[in-house]
């Protein structure tokens, strides 16, 4: 039964739709339209977000790509630094290898003055000795041997002489012992400055090694993070590339309605003379020539007439207006068909980026006659707000230089 019913209502909305196209062909056709012109708004919209969603992740790539390359330059640094500190701990090594040598040869001479100087103690305590017992009593038996007067008066200036010349070899070797032994205490406090130093370098080595491992567990995180961005940002351009066939699709079939619908009022009976003027009185300059890039990187299928807000547009010759509406991209323009000129082609301009137009479709208008102003609406560009006209000459429906057939 339910089902009975939808058939029954399916063909009841089919026969209003036919009695419809009978009694009202012409609204059809603005229908057909719309239904064009809202695929390729749907279309752009969704495309115009994936675009988004691939600009996102393309910040979202950059991010990661900036992550492991500023990871990768600590790395690089702490290997230098690593490089440096391996440098310091060879060369530390070698001056202390080369304090501890010194420190041992000053010890090992220290030793050998230490023992000349106890030797030579020793002798000088045998010498007091032997003059004590001078002293006591051995010194008369000496006295006793003199020769002669000076003998005698002397021999109290030879004992001196040897005193002395005993303390001064003992204040010689006491005064070598104390130079060796601060030679020797030297070395020893510039080989436990060295120890220190290399326990430092040591240390800091220690301190790199660690950083390092850290930095390479984070790197591999930034690069797993990366690969999985970049896979992210392959599938989006994927899907950002056939969104754009699809908005290509549907601008394409308006594209071809549009073209129709000018070709509906190319008639042999009514004529180009290819008389044409220009659309604006007055311009500031031609911004952007047919053929060139526009800011998103496609072909330029006008000519852009930079002008102030509100400047009034006119027709470039007599014809009939095939299309007035408004698009995503051109904004509010309108379309007019000159008819076909002597040379068998068919002729017909597009006007974008209307503030607002005062003509509709049907309407037949004179050249030099306002069919709307200069505005900003829909993909525009540029200083002051993007304020210009652009221009589209089509020869049997195919973009074809303005400039070439259009005075300016």
């Known amino acids: 039964m339910k089902r009975n019913r939808i058939l029954r209502l399916a063909a009841a909305l089919l026969a209003v739709t036919l009695l419809t196209a009978q009694a009202a062909p012409a609204a059809l056709a603005d229908s057909k339209k719309d239904n064009l012109q809202q695929n390729v708004d749907q279309a752009q919209q969704e495309y115009d977000q994936a675009q988004q969603d691939l600009e996102d992740q393309q910040d979202s790539v950059d991010q990661a790509q900036g992550q492991v390359d500023a990871i990768q330059g600590q790395i690089d640094s702490v290997k230098s630094q690593m490089s440096q500190v391996y440098d310091s701990l060879e060369e530390t090594g070698a001056q202390l290898a080369a304090a501890q040598q010194a420190q041992a040869e000053a010890q090992a001479a220290l030793d050998a003055k230490q023992a000349e100087y106890d030797e030579t103690w020793s002798d000088t ?33 030879v004992l001196n002489e040897m005193n002395d010349k005993c303390q001064s070899m003992l204040g010689t070797l006491e005064a070598e012992e104390q130079e060796l032994d601060a030679r020797r205490q030297e070395a020893a406090d510039t080989a436990a400055a060295l120890e220190a130093a ?69 008639t042999p009976s009514i004529h180009c003379s290819l008389d044409f003027r220009c659309p604006l009185d007055s311009y500031g300059s031609i911004t952007t020539q047919f053929g ?19 400047t009034p547009i006119y027709a470039v010759a007599d014809g009939v207006v095939s299309v007035a509406t408004s698009h995503y991209s051109y904004g509010n323009y309108v379309q007019i068909s000159h008819g076909t000129a002597d040379d068998g082609k068919t002729y017909a301009t597009l006007y974008a980026h209307m503030s607002s137009y005062v003509v509709s479709v049907g309407q037949s208008v004179s050249k030099g006659q306002v069919i709307g102003y200069v505005g900003n609406t829909g993909e525009v560009y540029g200083k002051y707000g993007g304020y210009h006209l652009h221009l589209e000459l089509r020869v049997n429906n195919v973009r074809v230089n303005p400039l070439s057939y259009i005075p300016h």
């Open 125 to 157: 305590k045998n010498m007091m000795n032997a003059m004590q017992k001078m002293h006591d009593g051995g010194s008369i038996a000496l006295l006793s041997q003199a020769t002669n007067l000076y003998e005698l008066l002397t021999f109290s200036n």
């Open 292 to 310: 060139g890039s526009d800011p998103w990187g496609r072909g330029h299928n006008g000519t852009d007439f930079s002008a102030p807000g509100g």
């Open 198 to 266: 290399q326990t430092a370098l040591q240390q800091q080595e220690d301190q790199l090694n660690t950083l390092q491992g850290q930095l390479s567990e984070a790197y591999q995180q930034a690069d797993a993070t990366l690969s999985s961005e970049q896979a992210d940002l392959q599938a989006q351009q994927q899907l950002t590339d056939e969104l754009k066939k699809k908005l290509d699709e549907a601008e394409a079939q308006l594209d071809a309605y549009v073209a129709s619908q000018n070709q509906q009022y190319s």
